[in-house]
């Protein structure tokens, strides 16, 4: 298709003030061009009115927007699908930032939009992949207290609901407890566990099928065609939307704490067993000394290194079993922090002002047998003091570890569970998408996920659910889902130069390619997150999106004008991540930040999609140095795509290798990582890495 396009400058916001405005338009000639017009303000309703009308009047195919930031106005700059838009950032990464004199600033907004034009010439308006038969039905798998919640929110939703459970009977540990922590005002009375509301709401609700006795022996396809195999009484092949993983946790081996005279004896128990003694015999005779030892194996390099999160409020609800029970008996909890966050505070304070209840800061140092008890001697931290304690029976708070996803049974090449991280929890981007896991349409919820208690579970389950529908509907559009949400492009691949290097297969963080035996990628484009990591993994260039490509990023590379070495103007090429690194430099420069002009910023989907052809085609341009910046990846923080960044890193051999053939220096590229937090750091970057450059000298490929 011809590509026929429309240049529309804004004046506003100080930009005609820092860029002459009729002079870019004036240089912006072109063969695609059909039309160039500023207007004080884009974003008004005559900006846009005149938009309108150049786009009827010149039958615009393609419009670029000369103005603020894309991260801005979106609401107000919508055009019909049919039109290619690109929005070139005058205000913040030209006229707000960048120092220097005008001269300066008018050579990188006309480097702006020659990118764009260049940009629009090498891309096509994408077409969505919407697989045939979709589902829109979903599995819940794990019927305890998570399971059975996300399913009855996705029932009312209006969602044919799967719910199975391997076990007999539902419920999980929730049907394990004898009473609940507190869930009203004054939050001081246990309650009677939820599940049994729950499960009396299950049995009257429609659209939810549940299964018990039930096990998954394959999970295979892909966001809305997803197949689910299942052992049952006999087996059945179910056809899924979405699945939401709600398989629990299970107790800390307690055979591990040895050091707490675990094993010893049957006096020293762990909260799960004396939850269950007090289950099954309410009204038995509790012994008139009970000592609760916090944090057993948990906050410990050694073995739990988190906080179990539920297990202070259970100890203090059973203290409250034992002073119900037992009048004359007396309670004493050894802590390192008492933890009841909200208004688990009130129980707290209820179990606080009990005055048979002794709380003490401390660690234990021995657990000893006696002819009629045990012997706890500890250390009070608060005191300095060791202190020793008889008492009848020692209750050891151990924490939860997650029950692990491996029972998913899951057809992909990268393995059959979720991806998980150190502790054994799904791997999901924790701060922005805490119910994502590394397998689009699948979905972690409750204990599984993180350690938390039973209203938290409720709370995580509605949320799990939430982004399953989300999903099967975006899906259903031919949409990717976070966080390139709504976005419709997906991988395209020209099969005939493929070399079944399996780099793309095993490089995708979201198992979005299988393979043949000969290592043939076979795509699944509903499990694709339109990272674009893929295609910069790609040695053979075979992987590119409608409008994101290898050869739509080289287009805009090579139609920036690079000053020759005796004009002493050096150019650097930055990519910057999309998600935090491009908010940081439009934060930047709205807080009044400055940068050497120097520099042509080109975003990126994540810098672990830059492909080395880019590098090779910058430096052969005469660019002097590649700056890259993407987003923090560690323990801390981390990739919207989960390791593009860290990719990026270990892709340096290869981008190394490049570099010793052109006779380069290494230093002209540096790999930099920033917080969108971070960005008074940007100046400081750019300035850094110039003067290295500086020091370096021009590239000798400059005028070539």
């Known amino acids: 298709m011809e590509r026929k396009t429309g240049i529309f400058i804004c004046k506003g916001c100080d930009i005609c003030t820092r860029i002459d405005t009729d002079q870019l338009a004036a240089s912006s000639a072109d063969e695609t061009v059909r039309v160039v017009r500023g207007h004080s303000a884009l974003c008004s309703a005559s900006g846009y009115q005149l938009i309108m009308e150049a786009i009827g009047k010149e039958d615009l195919n393609a419009v670029i927007l000369a103005a603020c930031s894309p991260r801005e106005k979106s609401d107000v700059f919508t055009f019909p699908d049919s039109l290619l838009t690109e929005r070139v950032n005058l205000r913040e990464q030209v006229a707000w930032s960048l120092e220097g004199d005008e001269q300066d600033r008018q050579l990188a907004a006309q480097d702006y939009i020659r990118m764009a034009v260049a940009r629009l010439k090498s891309i096509r308006n994408p077409q969505p992949f919407i697989p045939k038969d979709l589902s829109d039905e979903i599995l819940v798998v794990g019927a305890g207290i998570t399971g059975i919640t996300a399913a009855l929110e996705g029932a009312k939703a209006g969602y044919k609901v799967h719910l199975i459970e391997k076990e007999a009977q539902a419920g999980g540990w929730s049907a394990r407890l004898h009473r609940q922590m507190p869930s009203a005002p004054p939050y001081e009375t246990l309650r009677e566990p939820v599940y049994l509301e729950a499960l009396k709401e299950l049995e009257s609700t429609q659209n939810i099928v549940l299964r018990t006795s039930t096990t998954i022996e394959k999970i295979e396809g892909q966001p809305g065609d997803f197949t689910v195999k299942l052992s049952t009484r006999g087996e059945e092949s179910l056809k899924v939307g979405a699945v939401v993983s709600a398989m629990g946790w299970k107790p800390y081996d307690p055979t591990r704490l040895s050091s707490l005279g675990y094993g010893l004896s049957d006096r020293i128990v762990t909260n799960v067993e004396f939850e269950e003694k007090i289950k099954a015999d309410p009204k038995g005779k509790l012994p008139g000394r009970i000592l609760f030892v916090q944090c057993a194996g948990s906050r410990n390099r050694e073995h739990l290194p988190y906080c179990s999160n539920f297990c202070c409020g259970t100890s203090l609800k059973q203290a409250k079993y034992i002073r119900e029970s037992n009048p ?6 050894i802590y390192k922090d008492i933890r009841t966050p909200g208004t688990y505070e009130g129980l707290y304070k209820s ?14 140092q021995a657990i000893d047998i006696v002819e009629d008890g045990l012997s706890v001697v500890m250390h009070n931290t608060l005191l300095g003091e060791e202190v020793s304690l008889k008492v009848d029976l020692v209750v050891l708070a151990t924490g939860m570890v997650p029950a692990g996803t491996d029972d998913l049974n899951l057809s992909y090449r990268q393995g059959r569970a979720l991806p998980e991280l150190k502790y054994k929890f799904p791997d999901s981007h924790f701060i922005c998408f805490p119910y994502e896991t590394r397998r689009t349409g699948i979905y972690a919820a409750g204990c599984v996920r993180a350690p938390m208690d039973i209203t938290s579970s409720e709370e995580d389950a509605a949320g799990a659910m939430l982004k ?18 709504g976005d419709i492009s997906y991988p395209e691949l020209y099969m005939e130069r493929c070399t079944d290097c399996k780099r793309c297969t095993e490089e995708c963080p979201f198992g979005s390619y299988d393979e043949t035996e000969k290592g043939t990628p076979q795509p699944n484009p509903t499990r694709c997150r339109r990272c674009g990591i893929c295609m910069g993994s790609c040695p053979e260039r075979v992987i590119s999106f409608a409008d994101y490509s290898v050869n739509s990023i080289s287009a805009m590379i090579k139609a920036v004008e690079i000053p020759d070495e005796f004009e002493e103007k050096p150019r650097i090429l930055v990519f910057v991540c999309e998600n935090d690194a491009y908010p940081a430099f439009d934060m930047a420069a709205q807080k009044g930040l400055k940068w050497n002009p120097c520099i042509r910023v080109i975003p990126v989907r994540c810098i672990g999609s830059i492909n080395k052809v880019w590098i090779s085609d910058a430096l052969s341009c005469g660019y002097d140095g590649i700056l890259q910046i993407g987003c923090k990846p560690g323990d801390d923080y981390q990739c919207h795509f989960i390791h593009g960044s860290e990719l990026t890193e270990t892709r340096g051999e290869n981008i190394q290798e490049t570099l010793q053939t052109m006779m380069l220096e290494p230093e002209r590229i540096r ?8 960005y008074n750091r940007i100046p400081e970057i750019i300035s850094e890495y110039l003067e290295e450059i500086e020091l370096i000298g021009p590239n000798p490929f400059k005028g070539m």
């Open 671 to 678: 790999t930099e990582f920033v917080e969108i937090t971070e």
């Open 351 to 364: 179990v606080q002002a009990d005055d048979q209840v002794f709380f003490t800061k401390g660690e234990v």
């Open 328 to 333: 004359d008996s007396s309670v004493f909890i």
């Open 468 to 485: 399953a529908i989300q999903c099967i509907e975006a899906t259903r559009r031919g949409e990717a889902v976070h966080p390139r949400s």
